[in-house]
């Protein structure tokens, strides 16, 4: 943010996302699964703010319907869950991993492509290690990643999440800095 | 990537233009005023340097004194995992790092945000805000003090306050004093306004900057409840919050509010109600009015503003 902004109170719009890095996982997996014993689950998210118009709910059900036209070649089946925080959550799952981030893909550009960009807060993968789940969530507006080991209620594992970071090394575009790796909670994934 | 095509909000010009012609009037005051000082010859620099240490001073020290003065205490996640939790993603969505979280036990439902920068932001609810709220609303109110912390509000105030501290400081010195370390010297001859002439500008400094901030806290406040409207995208739930708060303050017994009037400028709602009322001296704008921006906001998400 500029002099100006801060000078004339605030930027008037959200911070649009960051350039597209979605895709990074979809390479970074498979060295997940051969080195580090990471892997992935048959399911992705990714969440948004529904905001309450006609509009934003139009782009939604077209979006659904993309999805399941799109599913017919893919297989992907789609789901949608509001959490207790009010966001929405949009439940992608396939057993090909490649087509999950297709997927997460076409919701975002959908919404980014009628000006919604800005409502998306991130996707999520979930990973197994040793029968932990560890998820890794992708910041569209910093448009880097980090791992997420929660445990128990709002409780993170620090550590184990500071080892997957050094391992994944420049598999990712990784958020370098600490007090942005933002937990979410409740992932109804 | 193409670029974002079209926005939820439209830009409020208006708002912006009179900001700044706020900002540039109390510029110009300082001017002149530093003007006047300098061709009075008085000990202006050292007098500069000693208030601008004590105005440092306030940058660094003022969050936590404000802090301590409602008795508020830093959260963990385990002790308020709910507060936590949603201002987590307020912060993915607004782009900021996360600020230290307290919670002031007080029935008054308010909240502030401290802290002279982005990384060392603090915001603080109060128990009667939590308990008040619904979670919408509360989210509403959270991102109008998480866009306080983005706009860097309390640096831009504490900076404006700055030159009125001067002023008023150099109309106290003149009146304890009576002008004894201005006159007998050959200096005055040269030129120089008289001591008293120099008090009477610091007054009249002191008075118009006064109003002058108090206008330019009135724009932030806007600028805030407008942030929280795009973070949040639900301008309508921070209205039923401000109502909900209004309300609840004019219920709540007159010690409370007299023991947290101190915290005015931070508070999301100012606690004197009545004073509230006269526009021109207060630091928030009067309720009506940021009702009826948040209704435009809405009728600007809905698509239906005319």
Redesign the interface.
């Known amino acids: 943010m500029g002099f100006l902004d801060a000078l004339l109170g605030g930027k008037k719009k959200l911070k649009a996302p960051a350039p597209d890095r979605l895709f990074a996982m979809t390479t970074a997996q498979v060295a997940f699964e051969t080195s580090l014993g990471l892997k992935h689950r048959d399911v992705a998210g990714i969440v948004f703010q529904p905001l309450a118009t006609a509009d934003f709910n139009s782009i939604v059900t077209e979006t659904n319907d993309l999805l399941r036209g799109a599913a017919e070649d893919t297989g992907t089946t789609v789901e949608s869950a509001d959490d207790e925080f009010g966001y929405r959550w949009m439940i992608l799952r396939d057993v090909d991993f490649d087509d999950l981030v297709v997927s997460l893909n076409l919701v975002s550009t959908q919404l980014q492509g009628s000006g919604y960009g800005d409502r998306i807060l991130a996707a999520v993968f979930v990973f197994e290690e040793s029968g932990k789940r560890v998820y890794f969530i992708y910041n569209f507006k910093r448009g880097a990643y980090y791992p997420f080991v929660p445990v128990g209620r709002q409780e993170r594992d620090t550590e184990h999440e500071l080892r997957l970071m050094a391992q994944v090394g420049t598999e990712l575009p990784l958020e370098q800095e600490i007090d942005r790796r933002l937990p979410l909670w409740e992932i109804p994934l | 990537?193409?670029?974002?095509?079209?926005?939820?909000?439209a830009?409020?010009t208006g708002?912006?233009t009179r900001?700044?012609l706020t900002?540039f009037l109390l510029g110009l005051l300082y001017a002149a005023f530093v003007g006047a000082l300098l061709y009075a010859g008085v000990g202006a620099v050292l007098m500069v340097v000693i208030v601008g240490g004590l105005a440092l001073a306030q940058l660094f020290t003022s969050d936590k004194l404000a802090l301590a003065s409602v008795g508020a205490k830093e959260v963990t996640?385990?002790q308020a995992?709910g507060l936590?939790?949603?201002i987590?993603?307020l912060?993915?969505?607004?782009?900021l790092?996360?600020p230290k979280i307290c919670v002031a036990d007080t029935p008054v439902p308010n909240a502030f945000a401290m802290g002279r920068s982005q990384?060392k932001a603090v915001v603080c609810a109060t128990t009667g805000l939590m308990n008040t709220l619904s979670?919408?609303e509360l989210?509403g109110v959270m991102a109008h003090e998480l866009?306080h912390v983005?706009?860097?509000?309390v640096?831009?105030m504490t900076v404006a306050s700055f030159f009125a501290t001067i002023a008023s400081m150099i109309s106290q010195f003149g009146l304890f004093f009576g002008g004894g370390f201005g006159g007998g010297g050959g200096d005055d001859e040269d030129g120089g306004l008289p001591f008293l002439a120099i008090i009477l500008i610091s007054f009249i400094v002191y008075a118009i900057s006064f109003v002058l901030i108090l206008a330019l806290s009135r724009?932030?406040e806007?600028?805030?409840d407008?942030?929280a409207a795009?973070?949040?995208?639900?301008p309508s739930a921070l209205s039923s919050a401000l109502v909900k708060i209004q309300n609840q303050m004019e219920h709540t017994p007159q010690q409370d509010l007299r023991a947290a009037g101190n915290m005015n400028a931070f508070f999301i709602v100012p606690t004197s109600v009545k004073s509230a009322v006269q526009t021109v001296f207060s630091t928030h704008p009067a309720m009506e009015k940021r009702l009826a921006r948040l209704q435009q906001l809405e009728q600007q998400?809905?698509?239906t503003a005319v």
Request: charged residues 30%; contains cysteine.
């Open positions: 990537m193409a670029r974002e095509t079209r926005t939820a909000f830009r409020d708002l912006q900001m700044l900002m996640p385990a995992p936590h939790a949603l987590e993603r912060c993915i969505q607004a782009d790092p996360k990384k979670p919408s989210e866009s983005k706009n860097r509000d640096l831009v724009y932030r806007f600028s805030a407008r942030g795009l973070v949040t995208g639900r998400l809905q698509g």
